[in-house]
C-alpha cells in the first residue's frame, strides 16, 4: 500500500484501465491514496465492481466500469461513462493488455493469436488514447500513461506477440508524446519486469528465478514497485518529461 504521496494528486481525475486486478488494481488504490478519484476499466465486469466496491470501502473515491478493448464501441462508451462519472479527465493510464502467446516459438503462434494480441494491446491503446484526447486537452495538464513491458528492451523468447505488441507501445508513446505536446499533453510509457500478480500465474518458475537472480535488487517484484513510478508521471513533478520509458525492474534491464 503507498502511503508517502498524500494529496500528490489532489483533485486530478484519473482512469485506469485494467483496475479490476493485478497492476491495475494497485495503480488505482494508490493513485486514488494520492487525492484523485478514478475510474477503473476492464473487461472482468463483475470483477472491476467488486474491486471498485473494495477500494471505496477504504473511503477512497472509485468507481468502475466495464471496458473490452478490443472494441471500438466499448471504448467509446467506457469513455462517455468515465467522463460523466468524473466531469472531466487529467490522466489515463493504459494498463490493460492481455499475453495469450506465452510460452510458444515463432514457429508455434498462430495468426489469431497474434492478430488478438495486436488489437488489444497496440491498437486498443491507441483507440483508449485517442478517445480521452478531448477531455484530456480541456485539462491543461493531460497526462498519458503507456504501460509498456521490458521484455522488448532484451528479447524476450516464446513471448513474440506479446513482446512485439509492448515494442509498437513504446514507440506510440514517443510519436504521441510528438503530436501532443503542444497541448500540454505528457506521454510517458512504463516498463515493469516480471511482477507477481494472477497474470503472471502461468509463467514458469525458471522465468521468475532468472528475473530475480538477474536483478541487481535480487528479490520478486511486486505490484507497488510499479506504483510510485506512474504516481510521478502523472503528477506535476514529471511535467517536463516526455516521451521517455522509464524500465522499472529491479535493475534486471539497464538501457
Same mark, same amino acid.
Given at each position: 500500500?503507498?502511503?508517502?504521496?498524500?494529496?500528490?494528486?489532489?483533485?486530478?481525475?484519473?482512469?485506469?484501465?485494467?483496475?479490476? &486486478? !493485478?497492476?491495475?488494481?494497485?495503480? #488505482?488504490?494508490?493513485?486514488?491514496?494520492? *487525492? +484523485?478519484?478514478?475510474?477503473? @476499466?476492464? =473487461?472482468?465486469?463483475?470483477?472491476?465492481?467488486?474491486?471498485?466496491?473494495?477500494?471505496?470501502?477504504?473511503?477512497?473515491?472509485?468507481?468502475?466500469?466495464?471496458?473490452?478493448?478490443?472494441?471500438?464501441?466499448?471504448?467509446?462508451?467506457?469513455?462517455?461513462?468515465?467522463?460523466?462519472?468524473?466531469?472531466?479527465?487529467?490522466?489515463?493510464?493504459?494498463?490493460?493488455?492481455?499475453?495469450?502467446?506465452?510460452?510458444?516459438?515463432?514457429?508455434?503462434?498462430?495468426?489469431?493469436?497474434?492478430?488478438?494480441?495486436?488489437?488489444?494491446?497496440?491498437?486498443?491503446?491507441?483507440?483508449?488514447?485517442?478517445?480521452?484526447?478531448?477531455?484530456?486537452?480541456?485539462?491543461? &495538464? !493531460?497526462?498519458?500513461?503507456?504501460? #509498456?513491458?521490458?521484455?522488448?528492451?532484451? *528479447? +524476450?523468447?516464446?513471448?513474440? @506477440?506479446? =513482446?512485439?505488441?509492448?515494442?509498437?507501445?513504446?514507440?506510440?508513446?514517443?510519436?504521441?508524446?510528438?503530436?501532443?505536446?503542444?497541448?500540454?499533453?505528457?506521454?510517458?510509457?512504463?516498463?515493469?519486469?516480471?511482477?507477481?500478480?494472477?497474470?503472471?500465474?502461468?509463467?514458469?518458475?525458471?522465468?521468475?528465478?532468472?528475473?530475480?537472480?538477474?536483478?541487481?535488487?535480487?528479490?520478486?517484484?511486486?505490484?507497488?514497485?510499479?506504483?510510485?513510478?506512474?504516481?510521478?508521471?502523472?503528477?506535476?513533478?514529471?511535467?517536463?518529461?516526455?516521451?521517455?520509458?522509464?524500465?522499472?525492474?529491479?535493475?534486471?534491464?539497464?538501457?
Amino acid at each position: 500500500m503507498m502511503t508517502a504521496f498524500n494529496n500528490l494528486l489532489e483533485g486530478r481525475r484519473v482512469l485506469v484501465t485494467g483496475g479490476a &486486478r !493485478g497492476l491495475g488494481y494497485a495503480f #488505482a488504490q494508490a493513485i486514488a491514496q494520492a *487525492g +484523485a478519484r478514478v475510474v477503473i @476499466a476492464d =473487461v472482468l465486469a463483475g470483477r472491476v465492481q467488486q474491486a471498485a466496491c473494495e477500494l471505496s470501502e477504504l473511503g477512497l473515491d472509485v468507481s468502475g466500469v466495464t471496458l473490452d478493448l478490443a472494441s471500438p464501441e466499448s471504448i467509446d462508451a467506457c469513455m462517455e461513462r468515465t467522463l460523466m462519472r468524473l466531469g472531466g479527465l487529467d490522466g489515463l493510464v493504459n494498463n490493460a493488455s492481455i499475453t495469450n502467446s506465452g510460452g510458444k516459438s515463432c514457429e508455434e503462434l498462430d495468426i489469431e493469436t497474434w492478430d488478438q494480441v495486436m488489437q488489444v494491446n497496440v491498437r486498443g491503446t491507441w483507440l483508449m488514447t485517442r478517445a480521452a484526447l478531448p477531455a484530456l486537452r480541456e485539462s491543461g &495538464r !493531460g497526462a498519458v500513461i503507456n504501460l #509498456a513491458s521490458d521484455t522488448p528492451l532484451w *528479447g +524476450a523468447p516464446n513471448l513474440l @506477440a506479446y =513482446v512485439a505488441s509492448k515494442g509498437a507501445v513504446i514507440a506510440m508513446t514517443r510519436s504521441l508524446a510528438r503530436e501532443l505536446g503542444n497541448a500540454n499533453i505528457t506521454v510517458n510509457a512504463i516498463a515493469p519486469g516480471l511482477v507477481l500478480v494472477e497474470a503472471t500465474a502461468y509463467v514458469p518458475e525458471a522465468r521468475h528465478r532468472l528475473y530475480t537472480e538477474q536483478r541487481a535488487i535480487q528479490r520478486p517484484q511486486l505490484p507497488d514497485d510499479v506504483s510510485g513510478a506512474v504516481l510521478f508521471a502523472l503528477s506535476d513533478l514529471s511535467r517536463f518529461i516526455t516521451g521517455q520509458t522509464l524500465p522499472v525492474n529491479g535493475g534486471f534491464v539497464m538501457p
